[in-house]
């Protein structure tokens, strides 16, 4: 404890004799971000390599089979909702022509 003392009143006492040592410069934060960048984009597509060599790409009959398939569903909701908005339209138009009379 005595010597933690000792190191302090040292301290505060050589603060204001000798020559001063300037303070070391530190670059801004926001300067070592910029600086990161090409670091951190390098690691990124190794990751993505390292990542794409996981993948299981399917064969070109199963894109075929789930192609066929979406095309076959979208088509099967477009008649479907072109028929229920016809229906609806339809009786729409019934009720507002009871209400015109």
């Known amino acids: 404890m005595a010597e933690a003392l000792k190191v302090n009143n040292e301290e505060s006492q050589s603060s204001g004799r000798g020559p001063e040592r300037q303070p070391e410069r530190q670059t801004p934060e926001w300067l070592q971000r910029i600086g990161e960048y090409p670091r951190r ?29 979406v095309i076959l569903t979208v088509f099967f909701f477009g008649f479907y909702l072109f028929a229920v ?9 019934k009720v507002l022509k009871a209400f015109r009379r």
Not at 51 to 68: C, F, I, K, S
Not at 85 to 93: A, F, R, Y
């Open 85 to 93: 908005d016809l229906g609806v339209s339809q009786l729409v138009e």
């Open 41 to 69: 984009f390098r690691q990124f597509l190794h990751e993505v390599r390292v990542e794409m060599r996981q993948v299981t790409w399917p064969t070109p009959d199963d894109v075929r089979a789930t192609t066929l398939v």
